[in-house]
T-cell receptor, first 114, second 111 residues
Framework: DTAVSQTPKYLVTQMGNDKSIKCEQN?????MYWYKQDSKKFLKIMFS???????INETVPNRFSPKSPDKAHLNLHINSLELGDSAVYFC?????????????FGPGTRLTVT | QKEVEQNSGPLSVPEGAIASLNCTYS??????FFWYRQYSGKSPELIMF????GDKEDGRFTAQLNKASQYVSLLIRDSQPSDSATYLC???????????FGAGTRLFVKA
């Protein structure tokens, strides 16, 4: 049973296109996250939702828009894709938003923009 | 100064040796500290977490936290080739919601 799942696993697309990545967790967690990991392996928070409410919105281009239809799902939509958006995007979840709980990561979506 | 700093490595140790991974941080308001392991092409997974000064042991892993000196370390005893991975140091600040990750240290354990 996959705890945190993401689709698709690989995404290859051209500049200017719009794409979405979906994430689902079956752990009953309240908080979900999107991270971007670049080619240097640096993992950076983008967004976080707690019970469908946005609690973290880092400085990312507004071409990136998260949506949480319910607390088990967090999707990421990207408009007008650029070369610099190429990276691995990880979804994660944790029991709640406090500092004391580990985060469980999905398998990642490798986005390549050509 | 980066909020979380790690030596990128690679750190190479022989099988059976102790691997020592270090991490320093800049904000004294940091509260919770985590070590995640990430195999190549895989997602991060939690190895250890520590909140209080001192040592915390779990099997072959020991996390050490020194808030006065603002560093946290991870010791891996009896290192195995399967421990070869990138180790990410992470922290959360008091009252904050986001986890800040270091860039990771690559560890190679030679058989």
């Amino acid at each position: 049973d996959t705890a945190v799942s993401q689709t698709p696993k690989y995404l290859v697309t051209q500049m200017g296109n719009d794409k979405s990545i979906k994430c689902e967790q079956n752990l009953g967690h309240d908080t979900m996250y999107w991270y971007k990991q670049d080619s240097k392996k640096f993992l950076k928070i983008m967004f976080s939702y707690n019970n469908k409410e946005l609690i973290i919105n880092e400085t990312v281009p507004n071409r990136f828009s998260p949506k949480s239809p319910d607390k088990a799902h967090l999707n990421l939509h990207i408009n007008s894709l650029e070369l610099g958006d190429s990276a691995v995007y990880f979804c994660a979840s944790s029991q709640d938003q406090t500092a004391r709980y580990e985060q469980y990561f999905g398998p990642g979506t490798r986005l390549t923009v050509t | 100064q980066k909020e979380v700093e790690q030596n990128s490595g690679p750190l190479s140790v022989p099988e059976g040796a102790i691997a020592s991974l270090n991490c320093t941080y800049s904000d004294r308001g940091s509260q919770s500290f985590f070590w995640y392991r990430q195999y190549s092409g895989k997602s991060p997974e939690l190895i250890m977490f520590i909140y209080s000064n001192g040592d915390k042991e779990d099997g072959r892993f020991t996390a050490q936290l020194n808030k006065a000196s603002q560093y946290v370390s991870l010791l891996i005893r009896d290192s195995q080739p399967s421990d070869s991975a990138t180790y990410l140091c992470a922290l959360q600040k008091t009252g904050g919601f986001k986890t800040i990750f270091g860039a990771g240290t690559r560890l190679f354990v030679k058989a």
